[in-house]
């Protein structure tokens, strides 16, 4: 449900929940037919799975990232949202790794009968959504229902998923979205945005509603008008957070910065590093290439044809005939960077990244996105230096 | 909406060549429509695949698909004899658009790309009052591997030139690059529309000469081919740059294409 009519953000549609009111959340939803899913602990790991009740959450818990490094750690104050990017995101849901797209079988006298697959009857609530990923959904939304050809699967997911946001108090070391304007602070597109508060006065959380589904469950909710006093330590950390970014973007236009970078020297400087596993595109949120595989049973006279994600960093990613267009590293590399920043645009109307570092995280060799575009910025510039030097 | 292909009846599947055949296609049930010269359909081989096919024909609900068979699917579909069933999807991508070019006819074809210019030739010459002059030049490996031989003599208005690349006994005609034919034929460049297709070094080399001569980039039309699985710009793999060539293409201005090509790898 995506924002349709938002109800107007007062102070009066906003109140706070305590944990029992997390609870009921869950609850609710979980009345109302939603399989709930959000952030819990496995495996060392804050995945996101779905919930059967709140106590599941990943209280007390918190990550440690850096380039190449993921690490859960114990927090001493209890917050249940105070981590950022997991090895997951909302597209495992919603544009699952592995879908069947339709079945057809054959009969004896070579007439084919196809039959497309039911609609998935799952109605998701996503509880936890992270700014940044709010955007990354927005991003996958244009890309799969937004052009002449609207992507059945991912759609029927989609219109019956309910968004809970959490905004961001605790970014990591490998965050950047204030770069790339998705976050710390909720954009439009929730049905319900919570703000984690966690001081002398107690463990809360500061909800508003952005959809008129989402004030209908807040009504149901255990709640108490917001104070000032909340509302207020809501913002400051929200604030305080976008100051605390662990990572930027070059002061550029990285739409220009790619168009402009496609013969650079730092390709072949990141193509030497990049082993080219395509771990930074099953991570990301918002990448979405697929293949498609069509099998037969046995009697040959069963197909079906499944569709599954699959990487451009794949050298049968660009396969012809004649050999693939994409042979070198170096040019693949460029092909998931400059389409991310730059021609994401052209195609799609918004850039790819939305800053979530995932990518930064999940690279078995710690290469940085935002490294990357630094440096291909620096070569522009000096590449304009010595331009205007030559031109003295 | 995602559709599923819609099974079409094989009614027809002639020898173009030693590993090239046109299959004609009925639909079997519900049937597709909106196919342009340009733009193509995705055909499913059962249980083995599917893979982008121009439309090669179009008349009286008939649908003609040349296919080279090169690999699992396109072999498969040139095994298809008359009776079986394939699936089609589309149609996909941007159409020649021969009713904006007033002028004189430019249509330059290397091998299979012969295939998607047929529809549009075949519908210049119904229309000869609306365009200029028509010239049709085609390069074809050997003069085995020339597709629609029978038809060829009608096209030329005033000129269809054919050249190979390696010639066979008996072959009288020309041989060598496609671009050498170009001095035979009869258009004026400033108000020419040029329709390439064929191998990407063809395409590159013949717009390359082409702007030369005087045509401007957007009058030259290229079909550019692409790695491409789903056709509805949800898969990822047909990209050039800023472009989507299932959406955005195969058919672009080379005014748009010139420098996409021009990266190597891209
Ligand atoms: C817009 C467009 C129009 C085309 N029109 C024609 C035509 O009219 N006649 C013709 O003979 N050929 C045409 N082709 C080329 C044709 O699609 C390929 O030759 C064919 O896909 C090869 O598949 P294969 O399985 O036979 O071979 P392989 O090379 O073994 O292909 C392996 C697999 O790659 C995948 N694949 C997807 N797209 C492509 C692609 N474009 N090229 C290669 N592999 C691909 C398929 O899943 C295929 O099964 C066209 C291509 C495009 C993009
Ligand atoms: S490119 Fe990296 S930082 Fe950007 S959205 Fe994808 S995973 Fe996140
Ligand atoms: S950038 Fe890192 S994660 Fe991505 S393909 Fe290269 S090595 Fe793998």
Request: net charge negative; glycine share 10%; hydrophobic share 35%.
């Amino acid at each position: 449900m995506a924002a349709a009519t938002a109800p107007p953000d007062t102070e009066e549609s906003r109140c706070v929940l305590d944990r029992e009111g997390i609870d009921a959340l869950v609850r609710e939803l979980r009345a109302d037919g939603h399989t709930v899913v959000g952030p819990t602990v496995r495996d060392s790991a804050v995945v996101l799975d779905e919930l059967a009740g709140a106590e599941e959450l990943p209280w007390g818990w918190g990550v440690e990232l850096e380039a190449g490094h993921y690490r859960i750690v114990r927090r001493t104050d209890g917050a249940g949202f105070a981590h950022s990017a997991g090895p997951q995101s909302w597209k495992n849901f919603l544009h699952p790794e592995r879908v069947r797209q339709w079945t057809a079988d054959r009969a004896p006298d070579g007439t084919m009968t196809v039959r497309k697959e039911p609609p998935s009857p799952v109605s998701f609530a996503f509880l936890g959504v992270r700014p940044c990923d709010l955007s990354a959904v927005r991003i996958q939304d244009r890309v799969m229902t937004g052009g002449r050809h609207r992507d059945d699967a991912y759609r029927e997911r989609r219109t019956g998923a309910f968004l809970i946001v959490v905004e961001c108090t605790e970014p990591g070391a490998t965050c950047f979205c204030v770069s790339m304007d998705t976050g710390p602070a909720a954009h439009p597109g929730y049905d319900l945005a919570l703000t984690e508060v966690v001081d002398e006065a107690g463990h809360r959380f500061l909800a508003r509603a952005g959809t008129p589904e989402g004030a209908e469950l807040l009504r149901r909710l255990p709640h108490r008008p917001a104070d000032e006093a909340t509302s207020g330590a809501a913002r400051r950390s929200v604030e305080d957070a976008a100051g605390r970014m662990g990572r930027t973007m070059p002061p550029a236009s990285l739409r220009e910065l790619m168009a402009g970078s496609l013969d650079a020297a730092r390709w072949d400087d990141v193509a030497a590093r990049c082993l080219t596993c395509g771990n930074c595109t099953m991570a990301c949120p918002t990448c979405f290439c697929t293949t498609t595989e069509d099998v037969t049973d046995l009697t040959g006279d069963h197909a079906e044809r499944w569709r599954r994600w699959e990487s451009c960093y794949d050298l049968d990613f660009s396969h012809l005939p004649g050999g693939s267009v994409r042979a070198s590293p170096r040019s693949r590399y460029r092909q998931w960077l400059t389409h991310k920043l730059g021609t994401w645009w052209d195609q799609f109307g918004s850039s790819g990244c939305v800053g979530c570092g995932r990518c930064i995280v999940w690279c078995p060799v710690g290469i940085d996105i935002t490294e990357e575009a630094h440096a291909l910025h620096q070569e522009g510039l000096r590449r304009q230096d010595g331009r205007e030097d030559g031109a003295r | 909406m995602t559709a599923a292909p819609l099974p079409y009846r094989v009614v027809g599947n002639r020898a173009e060549s030693t590993d090239t055949r046109t299959l004609e296609l009925e639909p079997a049930g519900e049937a597709l429509t909106g196919f342009r010269p340009g733009r193509f359909a995705m055909l499913y081989a059962f249980g083995v695949g599917e893979i982008p096919v121009s439309v090669a024909g179009l008349r009286h609900g008939v649908l003609s698909h040349t296919v080279r068979g090169v690999g699992a699917v396109s072999r498969a579909l040139c095994a298809m004899r008359p009776g079986a069933q394939v699936g089609v999807r589309g149609p996909f991508g941007t159409e020649w658009d021969l009713a904006s070019a007033d002028g004189d006819l430019l249509v330059v074809a290397g091998g299979i790309g012969l295939a998607p210019l047929r529809p549009l030739v075949r519908a210049a010459l119904s229309e000869p009052e609306a365009h200029g002059r028509l010239n049709v030049l085609i390069g074809a490996r050997t003069p085995q591997d020339l597709l629609y031989r029978r038809e060829l003599a009608a096209w030329g208005r005033p000129y269809c030139g054919v050249t190979v690349d390696r010639p066979a006994p008996g072959w009288e005609g020309e041989v060598g690059v496609v671009t050498a034919l170009l001095d035979r034929a009869s258009f004026t460049p400033q108000d020419t529309t040029a329709f390439l297709c064929g191998p990407e070094v063809m395409i590159r080399a013949t717009a390359r000469e082409l702007r030369h001569r005087g045509i401007p980039p957007e009058r030259i039309r290229i079909s550019l081919e692409r790695n491409m699985h789903c056709a509805t710009g949800h898969c990822g793999h047909c990209q050039l740059g800023p472009l989507l060539l299932c959406r955005d293409g195969p058919v672009v201005g080379y005014d748009r294409a010139e420098p996409l090509l021009a990266v190597r790898e891209l």
